[in-house]
């Protein structure tokens, strides 16, 4: 007869908590590479059209229609959250945007109910 084999759970919790804590940390790290925040931050920075945008002032979607006027501020993507996604937007140059193609000079990125954070675009053409 063989020996029953017991789970002892004294030893096997804190093996558990550590691969935990590693995959979160782990997501966490992958998150902030990609995106350039740690998850649930506003970026500093984002990437659209093959290009880098860096954070400017909050706006209302008054102050960002009116500096943007004529061209019509659309989605053109979104910033993932954890568990969430928020709405990019942008002003771009008529039709889809292929590369070497013109960028918009500004994107926008929601932060809540009629906020958003401007993001001009860095460098050069």
């Not at 649930?40 to 990437?47: A, I, K, R």
Request: positive net charge.
């Amino acid at each position: 007869m063989t020996a029953r084999t017991r789970l002892n759970l004294p030893n096997v919790v804190p093996a558990g908590v550590a691969l935990l804590l590693i995959a979160v940390g782990s997501l966490a790290a992958w998150y902030r590479a990609t995106y350039h925040a740690w998850p649930g931050m506003m970026p500093m920075v984002v990437h659209w059209c093959g290009r880098d945008y860096e954070s400017g002032e909050t706006q209302t979607w008054a102050q960002i229609t009116r500096a943007e006027a004529p061209r019509k501020v659309r989605v053109v993507g979104s910033y993932p959250l954890p568990f969430a996604g928020r709405p990019l937007l942008a002003a771009p140059v008529a039709g889809p945007v292929k590369p070497g193609e013109p960028c918009a000079m500004g994107v926008y990125g929601q932060t809540g109910p009629g906020q958003y954070q401007g993001y001009s675009l860095e460098g050069g053409p």
